[in-house]
């Protein structure tokens, strides 16, 4: 069976280390995905000091399309011969300033690795390299999250929160994305939460 790289990739992303950031690669979309379906490059640990994790071996298996749930996709496949889930999403809106900025898409993920004791783990990529040891932020409701960037992904930067803004994604709106490039721009992101609370529920369901 023919296997996308970027599915190999994201799968290695996935259950390569015990928190792991993903970035986007541009390769052709699996058949068995969405239109909205997101790519991977090598992952990478939290741990910002680090040097990018190498893909794990002995992925076999493309992510399967549990359900569409509005702009969220609930996803289930194998890594390594252990079970990853997660759900996707892209944003409904993206603006840089100033405008017209060129980017690649942003992707969210929020993953759960049951052999890893890993769930409810938020993840972006933001679609260009962040500006060096900037913070990002992650509003939803009244409520900011900072997150720590490293090349084109963040994640939240006090991991202690993550089972909080998870929580509150559920039952939110949107979720508002702020960052700042290389270059010096700065880009708004709202992601529709509307399906979110039904994607995590299908994705967790077959992570048990």
Same mark, same amino acid.
């Given at each position: 069976m023919f296997i996308n790289r970027h599915w190999l990739l994201?799968?290695?992303?996935?259950?390569?280390?015990?928190?792991?950031?993903?970035?986007?690669?541009?390769?052709?979309?699996?058949?068995?995905?969405?239109?909205?379906?997101?790519?991977?490059?090598?992952?990478?640990?939290?741990?910002?000091?680090?040097?990018?994790?190498?893909?794990?071996?002995?992925?076999?298996?493309?992510?399967?399309?549990?359900?569409?749930?509005?702009?969220?996709g609930a996803y289930s496949a194998s890594a390594g011969g252990n079970k990853v889930c997660f759900a996707s999403a892209k944003p409904s809106s993206s603006e840089t300033d100033p405008p017209g900025r060129s980017r690649s898409s942003p992707y969210m993920f929020i993953s759960a690795r049951p052999s890893d004791k890993v769930s409810?783990?938020?993840?972006?990529?933001?679609?260009?390299? +962040?500006? &060096? =040891?900037?913070? #990002?932020?992650?509003?939803?409701? @009244?409520?900011?999250?900072?997150?720590?960037?490293?090349?084109?992904?963040a994640w939240i930067k006090n991991p202690a929160e993550e089972n909080n803004l998870v929580e509150a994604m559920r039952t939110a709106q949107n979720a508002v994305l702020r960052g700042e490039s290389a270059k010096g721009?700065?880009?708004?992101?709202? +992601?529709? &939460? =509307?399906?979110? #609370?039904?994607?995590?529920?299908? @994705?967790?369901?077959?992570?048990?």
């Open positions: 994201l799968l290695s992303l996935l259950a390569a280390a015990a928190y792991v950031v993903p970035a986007l690669a541009q390769w052709p979309q699996a058949q068995s995905a969405p239109a909205t379906a997101p790519a991977a490059k090598k992952p990478f640990k939290r741990n910002v000091t680090t040097h990018p994790a190498e893909p794990s071996e002995g992925v076999t298996e493309e992510p399967t399309l549990l359900g569409q749930y509005g702009d969220w409810k783990e938020v993840s972006i990529i933001i679609g260009y390299t +962040f500006k &060096l =040891k900037s913070d #990002a932020s992650l509003e939803v409701g @009244s409520a900011s999250f900072a997150l720590a960037t490293r090349q084109d992904g721009s700065r880009s708004t992101d709202i +992601f529709e &939460l =509307k399906g979110l #609370a039904e994607a995590l529920n299908r @994705s967790e369901q077959d992570c048990k």
